[in-house]
Nanobody
Framework: QVQLVESGGGLVQAGASLRPSCAAS????????VGWFRQAPGKEREFVAV????????YYADSVQGRFTISRDNAKNLVYLQMNSLKPEDTAVYYC????????????????WGQGTQVTVSS
């Protein structure tokens, strides 16, 4: 069992940066893939980025490619999502997910989820 907690969201203006993080309750977190997903009001949850255990495999959604960077520090049980050049359309609740053995971009492939952190970008 893995418990995930997201933090670091907030309210910012367009063009600003945020760096939310995802913390795991145990070091079991360090042996699984981790993904970031987001869900805006009235929309389906969508894939943002994914990273493998050793950070050798990283994938991004086209909508965030070049602006967002996912990284992890296994010694600290942390995964980060550096978000630069934020746009109003990035506004959503951002969720951390863990333990997709295939690093899938579909939400139902993941075993563990955090409660999310709100990111709001104003124009």
């Amino acid at each position: 069992q893995v418990q995930l907690v997201e933090s670091g969201g907030g309210l910012v203006q367009a063009g600003a940066s945020l760096r939310p993080s995802c913390a795991a309750s145990t070091r079991t977190f360090n042996i699984v893939g981790v993904g970031w997903f987001r869900q805006a009001p009235g929309k389906e949850r969508e894939f943002v980025a994914v990273i493998s255990r050793g950070s050798s495999m990283i994938y991004y959604a086209d909508s965030v490619q070049g602006r967002f960077t996912i990284s992890r520090d296994n010694a600290k049980n942390l995964v980060y999502l550096q978000m630069n050049s934020l746009k109003p359309e990035d506004t959503a609740v951002y969720y951390c997910a863990a333990d997709s053995r295939t690093l899938s971009d579909t939400p139902d492939s993941w075993n563990y989820w955090g409660q999310g952190t709100q990111v709001t970008v104003s124009s």
